[in-house]
């Protein structure tokens, strides 16, 4: 989700639409710009005269979740792997992130983004891209009346320590999102002893892509806890409690990280 620790939940995005005959294949220019960047960043890392190779973080995780509730909404209706992996240097990320059902039918996902940050503003684009493992997928199909893609720009605004309150902002600029919708989601940190608590309301304020109008889409609260195994061992757990107001649902969703 996670990558990003103040983003609730996952991502999932799929749209059938008409293949365009004689439509030729055309990456988007901000898509090779962040192809372009992610290059430029591991080619710093490669660098003999870059800084050391000790400067570039590594990190890998898994999360196993008993739903994949995204943003208000039920992508994947059954238990989820969701597998993480992430390279970082000096204020640069460049990650994937994926989400596969365990059981059932329904929908596949690799995510891939890069994000750079400015003390307590973070700017990403992530890539989003799901496919149905029964159906021919083409990965690399950026055509804008068929792909299946999903490009968003975010915003984030971290508070730290001294205001526990985050602020996303995130629009999808280009794919199957002929919408382009925009989501807003404020956020409220406290530790509670031993516990953590994330609450959250997410908002769509443009487009239809989380709702048929306008409003709030994700409200809930996650509380998170570490449960030890061995003195050396612990497993983190969460709980999180997630309406969608518009959609009239909620959840009720568990989760472990390794």
């Known amino acids: 989700m996670r990558i ?14 008409p293949v365009e005959s004689g439509s030729r294949f055309k990456l988007f220019p901000l898509v090779q710009l962040s192809l372009l960047l992610g ?3 591991f080619s710093g890392f490669a660098s003999g005269q870059a800084e050391s190779t000790q400067d570039v973080s590594i990190e890998a995780n898994v999360d196993l979740v008993s739903r994949y509730i995204w943003r208000g909404t039920d992508i994947g209706h059954s238990p989820s792997v969701q597998p993480a ?3 970082s240097w ?4 460049l990650g994937a992130w994926g989400a596969y059902k365990l059981s059932g039918v329904g929908e596949a996902e690799t995510d891939f983004y890069l994000s750079k940050s400015f003390g307590f503003v973070n700017l990403s684009v992530w890539d989003y891209w799901s496919f149905n493992d029964t159906i021919q997928a083409n ?6 009346h068929t792909t299946a893609h999903l490009l968003e720009a975010q915003l984030l605004l971290s508070g730290g320590e001294a205001l526990p309150f985050n602020f996303l ?15 807003l989601e404020l956020q409220f940190e406290h530790q509670l002893k031993d516990v953590e608590l994330l609450a959250f309301a997410g908002y769509q304020a443009k487009g239809d892509y989380y709702a048929e109008n306008a409003g ?5 609260c996650t509380l998170k806890k570490s449960i030890a195994i061995t003195d050396r061992f612990a497993i983190p757990l969460s709980i999180s409690l997630i309406t969608n107001p518009a959609l009239k649902n909620s959840w009720l969703v568990a989760a472990i990280s390794f």
């Open 4 to 17: 990003n620790p103040y983003i609730t939940s996952i991502q999932l995005f799929t749209f059938k639409q």
């Open 39 to 41: 290059l430029l960043l």
């Open 85 to 87: 992996l992430s390279a």
């Open 90 to 93: 000096k204020d640069f990320t």
């Open 139 to 144: 990965f690399f199909d950026y055509r804008k």
């Open 169 to 183: 902002t995130s629009c999808f600029f280009y794919g199957a999102d002929e919408s382009k919708s925009i989501y």
């Open 216 to 220: 709030f889409v994700n409200i809930g």
